[in-house]
């Protein structure tokens, strides 16, 4: 049994989240996939508990000055940049 | 030709004065993968003009080995689909029959190689997007274990999931090129110690081999295949097309005729590693496209307002809705309320996954399984409803989610179209499917 439903509502939540616009048309599709999507995602409520004894071990470099792209290269695809900064709209 | 086939982003000619084992040999690179001075568009109108100012670590390797890269191929955009169909720069066809899509999202890769556009070429595989468009296209791709070949450089979708991954007309040309990419890399640390992977690598005959840079695989694709036992889980054909199963089990006798036991496994895992990949997948994915906010890369639009406005707006016109869909959908899987229900929920089914499959790999050596469940669609056919087009990874997914390597290889053609066979290995276990694929094409 499924207590998955999406709504318009929700989708527009989630874009807003995502930072996405969505026009209405999108909205719209996109509520009615989710729902059949998430649904059966829903399959997953039936997978037991599973111990994952993943040996992970932390890979830590030194922290050396190394080489790296110079400044120019870093803002070569900025759409905007000023004084050596890249330079985007204001937050506020 | 290629032009028909919109095979290539973008077309140029990197030449290298390098003298290695690619000398003289061309390569296509998919757009993702990060090209020095380079458009690499990863299929999408967001990066349409991003240029690259350094080399990814495998297109280093491609240069000191000698190659010509001979172009971009295209690809679903970010590598999100499974018919090269999503792409910005318009959908590939499949060189074997233009009217159908050359599977994805390395469609571009697969279809240079079977076009005789380019000698070899690289992919990448997140959930089957190497041995998919393989498969469709009737060449051969391996998807390494997870950690094998460098990831620096590559556009990240789901770092978790993906691999680099070579397309080949042969077993030993595909080998070939994994023998060049593979091996530590000190910009990415994923990548494995050779002595880790060494101890792991070629359980049946017990010999050992080094990755990187002396690594082998190519002297593995010698088709000796006397003695060794191979796994179809039974879960992995149930599903398919019935012609698609008759090529299959044809190759699995020819095996049979050179000296393999076959054997019945059953993975009761994999029910779970459609839902469970995608989960991971889109979750990862919208962390990832994160950074594509038009400031330091990518579409800006040029929008006054504050930040988050322009940002969303730049996004609504830089993405396609393939991938607008799954930044949604993962963002929902990871919010408030939802975590432990879906993002929490895939992570267990992965690790049941990857013990399903350390359990076959006691009594097998490799798994074999058609690698995609149906034929290539004609373009087109299977937009509509995604849903449905996520079910036809079923094969390759599960893969991925255990950290496996993995191979597809031309097994026969159902109704003219090619039909691909799927050998899986035990983590590092590259020779052995190397090895087993190589029988396959005798």
Known sequence: MSDTSVDAEEVRHVATLARVDLDDAEVEEFAAQFADILTYFDALDEVPEVDDEAELVNVMRPDEVRESLSQEEALSNAAEAEDGFFKGPKVS | MAADLNIFVTEETVESDADGPLSGTTVAVKDNI????????CGSAMLDDYVPPYDATVVERLKDAGATIVGKANMDEFGMGSTTETSAFGATRNPVDPER??????GGSAAAVA???ADLALGTDTGGSVRNPAAFCGVVGIKPTYGLVSRYGLVAYANSLEQIGPFGSTVEEAATLLDVISGPDANDATTRDASEA???????????????TSSDYASAADGDVDGLTVGVPTELVD???????????DALSELEAQGVETTEVSLESVGHAVQAYYVIAMSEASSNLARFDGVRYGKSGGYEGNWNESFARAREEGFGSEVKRRILLGTYALSAGYHDKYYKKAQDARAWV?????AAFESVDVLASPTMPVLPPKLGESLDDPLQLYLTDANTVPVNLANLPAISVPAGEADGLPVGLQLIGPKFGEEQIIRTASAVEQ
Do not use: K, N, W, Y
């Open chain 2, 34 to 41: 990060s090209t020095e001075g380079l458009r690499t568009t």
């Open chain 2, 101 to 106: 899509v050359p599977g994805g999202s390395s």
């Open chain 2, 115 to 117: 076009a005789g556009e």
């Open chain 2, 198 to 212: 060494r101890s792991a690598s070629d359980g049946r005959t017990g010999t050992a081999r080094e990755t990187g």
């Open chain 2, 239 to 249: 599903g398919a097309d019935d012609r698609v199963v008759e090529v299959f089990e």
């Open chain 2, 354 to 358: 990857a013990q399903d499959f350390d």
